[in-house]
């Protein structure tokens, strides 16, 4: 019960900011750094406990099987431990980005609440405080997303994110509502052993197949995925660690549901395919729309919005281990992204960048393929992976090939260059030898707490052919796209793409968040405020009239 002890001192800390500002901003820093240290320690001491004694269950405070209770194994700590280091990275990295602010404690203590919210989040053992922390983290997130409240486009990306969170939270509860049907409790164990005790579920239950996607809906809705993601590029205005905190930790909760909820995802047969849909044409779109940005941060936003997608895919796929994993990879490297962004920026300012398009051919195409498939699947089979047994890995092994067959091609078009050519490989082995080294290593970590990996459906293998084969088109057409950089053709779909393929834009209408817009631009202007209200006048008086 000692893990409790983090997210408690950081909701002491959040209360304490409300009362103390000033003079006395010292005293939360220092606070909130040893809170940090503090967690940390914890979070490393419990996954020592776990990994010598086994999981670990507290006793349910509450009635009729929903309440609060905690579950410490191998998935909750490893995303607690995670959660500690890049807390405690960004808490520190804060003290000075907002040195000299006078609402640093505010912001602090806001931080606070919301590190605490995802701790409780990640360690819940119920789904009844599972559900609670899953709203925390929504409502301490909008409050720091309101930071600046006189920046109007954070007003316009907090409205969004209210209104998708609230939806989200309606689908995580209906799904919950579901699940306690089915079970009769909602002691998160108790029903993990009950489907795996009883195989016949699946297929035959209408509640769990309506519980799974729920489920499935609150993870999309949490994730930012087509077309619900525009309030993600928006968030710009608010102070980098939030973005840091946001992208890197807050973004992970619905690839962490689906993960957590994994043996009765695996009981579902409807659900995977929607989440192998959803995300797979969101990492798609989003890594195309990625390649257009010419903001730093909006093109970190965008490649969040497709790391998700396809985290969300894997796990449509059943390879959780392999979306546990792009998980943590996906946090820590967005969190040094967002941190370092502006010491890239600075880096770059001066140096004239020209971009040589290069010239490719039919053949170098065909070797930066071949050259791909052979490092990354030999690399599979020194490691004993039994694709034929594996399918899942197999979809998932072929989008790692096409990306590293880019990679080669980047360096086969131009002249020939022996250190560029064997930089290729040596960049193509290592992250071969690291997905599928670290990838074993999750699996073995995470083996009781995620289901077997066996063979996908039929379904799930027709779905996962057809992403295959949009994610090499893609590829392709990237590869040839350097032969007509400079087309009309090419420039008018880059233009298309740079604005989301107007996603946003008919989503903004749908939630009016434009009248947020006019409204502050009628208080900029006050002549435009006073012909609106002339305006509404006459029409009233025309309306008496007729």
């Known amino acids: 019960m000692i893990t409790l002890l983090s997210p408690v001192l950081f909701v002491i800390i959040a209360i304490g900011s409300r009362f103390q500002s000033g003079r006395k901003i010292p005293q939360i820093i220092q606070s909130i750094r040893i809170a940090s240290f ?117 007003q316009v990306a907090a409205k969004k994110k209210f209104v998708l969170a609230r939806l989200g939270d309606v689908s995580l509860f209906l799904a919950f509502s579901f699940i306690y049907l089915e079970f009769g409790t909602g002691n998160l164990g108790e029903i993990f052993s009950s489907i795996q005790n009883a195989k016949s579920i699946a297929g035959s239950s209408v509640s769990l197949e309506l519980s799974a996607l729920f489920l499935a809906l609150a993870a999309i809705l949490k994730s930012a995925l087509f077309p619900t993601h525009g309030w993600l590029v928006e968030v710009m205005e608010t ?89 943590m990879a996906h946090s820590f490297y967005k969190a040094h992204s967002f941190l370092s962004s502006g010491s890239a920026i600075e880096a770059l300012q001066g140096k004239k960048m020209i971009r040589i398009p290069k010239k490719v051919s039919l053949n170098s195409m065909i070797i930066s393929f071949l050259l791909s498939s052979f490092t990354f699947l030999g690399i599979g089979l020194v490691w004993g992976v039994e694709f034929e047994n594996e399918l899942g890995l197999v979809v998932l092994s072929g989008i790692m090939v096409l990306g590293l067959a880019k990679l080669f091609n980047s360096a086969i078009s131009m002249n020939w260059n022996p250190g ?116 509404e006048k006459e029409s009233r008086l025309q309306e008496q009239w007729a």
């Not at 003290?95 to 000299?100: A, E, S, V």
């Not at 995802?265 to 995300?279: D, F, N």
């Not at 947020?516 to 209200?533: A, C, L, R």
Request: charged share 10%; glycine share 8%.
């Open 239 to 327: 102070p980098t660690p939030v973005s840091a905190l946001l992208h890197a930790g807050l973004l992970n909760a619905g690839p962490f549901l689906i993960i957590r909820m994994s043996f009765l995802m695996e009981a579902s047969s409807i659900a995977p395919l929607v989440l192998m849909i959803m995300g797979g044409f969101t990492a798609l779109f989003a890594s195309i729309v990625y390649l257009t940005q010419p903001s730093v941060k909006t093109a970190l936003g965008y490649s969040s919005i497709g790391h998700m997608g396809f985290s969300l895919m894997v796990c449509g796929l059943g390879v959780y281990s392999a979306a546990m994993l792009h998980l």
């Open 420 to 535: 560029l050519f064997l930089k290729a490989f040596l960049i193509s082995f290592t992250v071969s030898m690291a997905f599928f080294g670290l990838e074993r290593g999750v699996h073995f970590l995470l083996q009781n707490q995620i289901p077997v990996l066996t063979n996908p459906s039929a379904g799930k293998l027709m779905i996962g052919t057809v992403l295959l084969l949009l994610f090499g088109i893609s590829i392709i057409i990237q590869m040839l796209s350097s032969n007509s950089h400079f087309s009309s053709y090419y420039r008018a779909w880059g233009v298309h793409f740079k604005n989301g393929l107007y996603a946003n834009i008919w989503f903004d209408r749908l939630l009016d968040s434009l009248s947020i817009i006019q409204e502050s631009s009628m208080e900029t202007f006050p002549e435009q405020k006073d012909e609106k209200v002339k305006s």
């Open 38 to 154: 503090v967690s940390v320690i914890i979070a490393l001491t419990a996954s020592l406990w776990v990994y010598y004694f086994g999981a670990f269950e507290s006793p349910l405070i509450g009635i009729k099987e929903i309440g609060f209770s905690i579950r410490l194994d191998a998935l909750s700590l490893l995303m607690l431990s995670m959660i500690s280091i890049l807390g405690a990275v960004i808490i520190n990295f804060s003290f000075n980005y907002l040195d000299g602010d006078p609402r640093q404690g505010i912001f602090l203590g806001r931080l606070a609440a919301t590190l605490a919210s995802v701790q409780l989040l990640v360690i819940s053992g119920n789904i009844g405080v599972l559900f609670i922390s899953w709203v925390m983290t929504s409502m301490a997130l909008h409050r720091l997303l309101l930071f600046y409240p006189e920046r109007v486009r954070a």
